[in-house]
């Protein structure tokens, strides 16, 4: 994708949308972080390392960005970073209570971490059984 520049009225206008969810994502972050280290130990689940999907402070060392690109950069690292992270916790908490397929209807994009974690298929309910009442 080719970076485009837009004029710095429309630069402008767009800021609040594009850091409107800051704040909230601030604070969901903080209540996932809560959720994964009280919960998880409890599941037996491993925890997942923010490390491993946030990275910050690595763009704004490039010495021919601007200071607002440096911050934009900062911005756009944590917030796919931690929808990333989010996502991964989401995954892991999904496959604990309820590891089964989403029905494959058309134009359905199937979640990489059923595949990945091997989820049971969509009405397999013999598999079900086995694995979830025992």
Known sequence: MKYKKNTPFMNLITMVPIWLPFIPTVFVDILFYLYMR??????GLEM????EYIQ?????????LTWYEKLGCMYCGYMNGVLRWMKEVAGRTESYWC????????????????????????????????????
């Open 38 to 43: 009280i919960c998880f130990p409890i599941y």
């Open 48 to 51: 997942v390392k923010r490390s």
């Open 56 to 64: 910050v402070l690595d763009r704004n060392k490039l010495k021919y």
């Open 99 to 134: 590891g089964i397929m989403h029905e494959n209807k058309p134009n359905f994009i199937t979640q990489e971490h059923q595949t990945r974690q091997s989820f049971i298929a969509f009405n397999d309910e013999q598999s079900f059984e086995k694995e979830y009442k025992k």
